[in-house]
């Protein structure tokens, strides 16, 4: 499975940005999917995760600002992200967790840039 993470950029805080991440097959099976990010000098973190009946998680300081959605049609996974803060900066990171004979795997996007400028 590859996964191609699209949408970062530099925005101004208080802004919106929309990442995509596309697979290269179907995403319907796929049990989670997520985007992390890591700053630099810091460790990657979770951002917002859905699950493949469609429940989502986000970190706490996501919370309201970010959406995580799944289009299955399109096989691709998004992060609507509102009221961007210089601290979001980071490269962001599409995960999935795909289910292969009864066996779970770990599959990583290359990593998007965002930059928020205060």
């Known amino acids: 499975v590859q996964l191609v993470e699209s949408g970062g950029g530099l925005v101004q805080a208080g802004g919106s940005l929309r990442l995509s991440c596309a697979a290269s097959?179907?995403?319907?099976?796929?049990?989670?999917m997520a985007w992390y990010r890591q700053a630099p000098g810091k460790l990657r973190d979770l951002v917002a995760a859905?699950?493949?009946?469609?429940?989502?998680n986000y970190a706490d300081s996501m919370k309201g600002r970010f959406t995580i959605s799944r289009d299955n049609a399109k096989n691709t996974v998004y992060l609507q992200m509102n009221s961007l803060k210089p601290e979001d900066t980071a490269v962001y990171y599409c995960?999935?967790?795909?289910?292969?004979?009864?066996?779970?795997?770990?599959?990583w996007g290359q990593g998007t840039q965002v930059t928020v400028s205060s």
């Open positions: 097959r179907s995403i319907f099976s796929f049990n989670r």
């Open positions: 995960h999935a967790l795909v289910p292969e004979r009864l066996v779970e795997y770990n599959y």
């Open positions: 859905i699950s493949r009946g469609g429940t989502t």
